[in-house]
């Protein structure tokens, strides 16, 4: 089978360092991986060519890079279903972290993120006598969670992270919700309100965008965004609903339930607080370039055709 590679490439050690394209066109086999393909190329064609990889089993994460503009493991995409008409696969290395060389990234900020959250159980409740229990259906929940193999490709392709290096991540997020759903950490509830409280802090849970990339990056199908939401879930139920970020999702759920669509005018209001000037204050630059831009949503909300039916279905939800 015929392909052609075309490998985002960065050379740090080059008279002038700089990213540029460079095509390879080789022969593979129909069953082969996008990580054979660099193999070959780095083994046969080119031995300059910078990448990691060790288990070739997607266990050990070392793979990981955009294909095609999405980040996942190597050895785990096939070459044949990446293909463009053209037979052309596109290689970049791994999003959001700095790039050392060619497709190997420094993974630095990747591991401060996950080390934020502390990594063991903070039981609230006497000893006991044997050990701590916790049920087989809880085990059984967590076991998705901890399937992580912290390949990074989360976070490569995480559009808060690109744009705010202080978000916690979806990766740390989901470490972090490992024990918050662990019925051992925290009070005789499995609640542990200090390190809730800790992730609804700003560039915590409440940052994320739900965008969905890092559900769909991950190879291992931990889905790092249902966690999150979860997370927030956990937060608002044990009485942390008096922050930006849950005062965001009680007003924009209020808002689709009561009309059917979302007020854009008070979102920012009902989110910040209507006595917080400083903040509201903060919105009069988004205000004007949205006026400038024709982009102002309509003064007057109005509801949207048979609205009746939108408010019989959010009462069937908030009742189930």
């Not at 046969?44 to 060790?54: A, W």
């Not at 996950?114 to 229990?133: F, H, W």
């Not at 370039?289 to 959010?314: C, M, Q, S, W, Y």
Request: glycine share 8%; with cysteine.
């Amino acid at each position: 089978m015929d392909v052609t590679v075309k490998v985002k490439r960065y050379d740090p050690d080059a008279a002038r360092p700089q990213v540029e394209w460079q095509e390879y066109p080789i022969s593979i086999d129909e069953n082969a991986t996008v990580l054979d393909a660099l193999i070959m190329i780095r083994e046969e064609v080119d031995g300059t060519l910078s990448l990691r990889c060790s288990c070739r089993s997607a266990i050990c994460g070392s793979c990981a890079m955009r294909i095609n503009g999405h980040a996942g493991l190597a050895c785990k995409t096939k070459a044949s279903d990446s293909m463009d008409a053209n037979g052309t696969i596109v290689v970049e290395p791994a999003g959001v972290m700095p790039t050392v060389k060619d497709l190997v990234v420094n993974f630095d900020l990747f591991w401060k993120k996950i080390e934020e959250v502390e990594p063991y159980l903070k039981p609230e409740v006497p000893e006991p006598e044997a050990e701590y229990i916790a049920s087989n259906e809880s085990m059984l929940h967590l076991s998705g969670v901890t399937a992580c193999i912290m390949c990074g490709a989360c976070v490569s392709d995480c559009t808060v992270l690109e744009v705010d290096p202080t978000f916690l991540g979806p990766a740390a997020l989901a470490k972090a919700y490992r024990f918050t759903a662990d019925p051992r950490d925290g009070d005789a509830n499995g609640v542990s309100r200090d390190r809730l409280a800790k992730l609804g802090m700003p560039s915590g849970m409440w940052d994320c965008t739900r965008c969905n990339e890092c559900v769909q990056a991950c190879p291992k199908g931990v889905a790092p965004m249902d966690r999150i939401m979860a997370l927030r879930e956990q937060a608002m139920e044990v009485g942390f609903g008096n922050t930006n970020g849950a005062r965001h999702a009680e007003a924009f759920t209020e808002s689709v339930g009561h009309s059917g669509r979302l007020d854009e005018l008070r979102l920012p209001v009902q989110s910040v607080g209507i006595t917080n000037i400083p903040a509201l204050l903060g919105f009069m630059p988004v205000g004007w370039r949205a006026l400038t831009h024709g982009k102002l949503p309509p003064l007057v909300h109005k509801n949207v055709e048979d609205v009746d039916t939108i408010r019989r279905l959010f009462r069937k939800l908030n009742n189930s």
